[in-house]
């Protein structure tokens, strides 16, 4: 009996040994034995903000714009230069009076561009207060020996036919002097400071579900000369102000296919001109800006050729505008424009007092 005892005794303490080794094999040795441990999992994520562009506030996922400088091209607008290349996709436009009543344009480049841009024409006697706040490359085919000297004294990349090479080219399907035309690719090349573009204008908060107020405008109508008169009539299915020469004929694109030219703001800057092509940006005057179907009536000042234009509410706060592309219209001081505004809100109905019947109880 006590054989057995002992026995018993001695598996038993042979079992706790193995276990215990056991054990000892699983939870502890050197670090080869040790069961390695699944790295601890994050659940922070990080989001990487997607650029702005500078001249239109408009996300820009490639970034692009913020690696190469503005490229401005002065854009004829005569009836034999339509439809041009470029105005539809063009990040700002300025639209100034020249000889004889006529605009032209300055197309202002960065986030995007097609490939060719034209017709290209000559420069004026205000061009350099236009183009100076810019920066970038400035592309224009001559003009009179003071403008030309004006624009080169900008301390801009200047491109005209004198030094443009391949980056000009002539349109065998149109007829001189309204066949020349700017490669954009070309124009990038030749460099051109800042990069990015110092932004020209401010903008909304449109994530923070900010609009643009003001008073309701249907359509404007700006009296330039006869036959350059523009019309602008807010979409709002594109959201942006659908452009026509004179009161009904879409202005068009040369892009494939033709696309009418809009634009998401319009300012119309009132400024004093000496002569045709002899507009002056520095100094203070009287600003009308166009977003979102609406109208806010403002100021803009300019103090000096290289300070970029501000606009301003009665009140003296910044205009912002609605991220997208903008145009500016240079109107001399005593044209006109005209507003079309949509039609009051029909009265609410009249109120009726409702009516009470009495029934008298039988036998009453």
Same mark, same amino acid.
């Given at each position: 009996?006590?054989?057995?005892?002992? =026995?018993?005794? +001695?598996?038993?303490?042979?079992?706790?040994?193995?276990?215990?080794?056991? /054990?000892? %094999?699983? *939870? &502890? @040795?050197?670090?080869?034995?040790?069961?390695?441990?699944?790295?601890?999992?994050?659940?922070?994520?990080?989001?990487?903000?997607?650029?702005?562009?500078?001249?239109?506030?408009?996300?820009?996922?490639?970034?692009?714009?913020?690696?190469?400088?503005?490229?401005?091209?002065?854009?004829?607008?005569?009836?034999?230069?339509?439809?041009?290349?470029?105005?539809?996709?063009?990040?700002?436009?300025?639209?100034?009076?020249?000889?004889?009543?006529?605009?032209?344009?300055?197309?202002?480049?960065?986030?995007?561009?097609?490939?060719?841009?034209?017709?290209? =024409?000559?420069? +004026?006697?205000?061009?350099?207060?236009?183009?100076?706040?810019?920066?970038? /490359?400035? %592309?224009? *085919? &001559? @003009?009179?020996?003071?403008?030309?000297?004006?624009?080169?004294?900008?301390?801009?990349?200047?491109?005209?036919?004198?030094?443009?090479?391949?980056?000009?080219?002539?349109?065998?399907?149109?007829?001189?002097?309204?066949?020349?035309?700017?490669?954009?690719?070309?124009?990038?090349?030749?460099?051109?400071?800042?990069?990015?573009?110092?932004?020209?204008?401010?903008?909304?908060?449109?994530?923070?579900?900010?609009?643009?107020?003001?008073?309701?405008?249907?359509?404007?109508?700006?009296?330039?000369?006869?036959?350059?008169?523009?019309?602008?009539?807010?979409?709002?299915?594109?959201?942006?102000?659908?452009?026509?020469?004179?009161?009904?004929?879409?202005?068009?694109?040369?892009?494939?296919?033709?696309?009418?030219?809009?634009?998401?703001?319009?300012?119309?800057?009132?400024?004093?001109?000496?002569?045709?092509?002899?507009?002056?940006?520095?100094?203070?005057?009287?600003?009308?800006?166009?977003?979102?179907?609406?109208?806010?009536?403002?100021?803009?000042?300019?103090?000096?050729?290289?300070?970029?234009?501000?606009?301003?509410?009665?009140?003296?706060?910044?205009?912002?505008?609605?991220?997208?592309?903008?145009?500016?219209?240079?109107?001399?001081?005593?044209?006109?424009?005209?507003?079309?505004?949509?039609?009051?809100?029909?009265?609410?109905?009249?109120?009726?007092?409702?009516?009470?019947?009495?029934?008298?109880?039988?036998?009453?």
């Amino acid at each position: 009996m006590k054989e057995v005892r002992a =026995r018993g005794a +001695r598996n038993a303490l042979a079992l706790l040994i193995v276990g215990g080794i056991a /054990v000892a %094999a699983c *939870s &502890g @040795g050197d670090d080869s034995n040790t069961a390695k441990k699944a790295p601890p999992t994050s659940s922070t994520t990080t989001t990487i903000p997607i650029p702005t562009a500078p001249f239109t506030g408009l996300p820009d996922p490639t970034g692009v714009s913020l690696t190469r400088s503005s490229v401005a091209v002065k854009i004829e607008n005569t009836p034999e230069a339509r439809p041009q290349s470029g105005l539809d996709v063009a990040d700002v436009v300025y639209e100034e009076v020249v000889d004889g009543g006529i605009t032209r344009f300055w197309a202002v480049f960065n986030s995007n561009a097609p490939e060719n841009i034209g017709p290209v =024409r000559s420069v +004026r006697a205000m061009d350099p207060q236009i183009v100076t706040p810019l920066g970038g /490359v400035v %592309a224009y *085919s &001559g @003009g009179t020996e003071p403008n030309v000297a004006a624009i080169r004294a900008t301390g801009l990349v200047w491109v005209d036919e004198n030094n443009a090479g391949d980056a000009f080219f002539r349109e065998p399907t149109r007829n001189a002097p309204h066949n020349l035309y700017a490669r954009s690719a070309l124009l990038w090349q030749r460099g051109g400071q800042p990069v990015p573009p110092v932004p020209l204008f401010g903008y909304i908060d449109t994530e923070k579900d900010q609009a643009f107020t003001g008073e309701a405008v249907t359509s404007f109508h700006a009296n330039y000369e006869l036959g350059y008169d523009v019309s602008y009539v807010w979409d709002a299915t594109v959201g942006g102000w659908m452009r026509f020469q004179r009161t009904n004929e879409p202005f068009l694109s040369a892009a494939i296919p033709a696309v009418q030219v809009n634009a998401t703001n319009v300012i119309v800057q009132f400024v004093p001109y000496a002569g045709f092509g002899e507009g002056n940006l520095i100094g203070t005057g009287e600003a009308w800006v166009f977003s979102n179907g609406q109208l806010v009536r403002g100021t803009w000042a300019k103090p000096f050729i290289g300070s970029i234009t501000e606009y301003k509410d009665a009140a003296g706060a910044p205009i912002l505008l609605t991220p997208g592309r903008t145009w500016v219209e240079l109107v001399p001081i005593g044209k006109t424009v005209d507003l079309v505004v949509p039609p009051p809100p029909p009265p609410p109905p009249p109120t009726v007092a409702p009516t009470t019947t009495t029934t008298k109880k039988r036998g009453s």
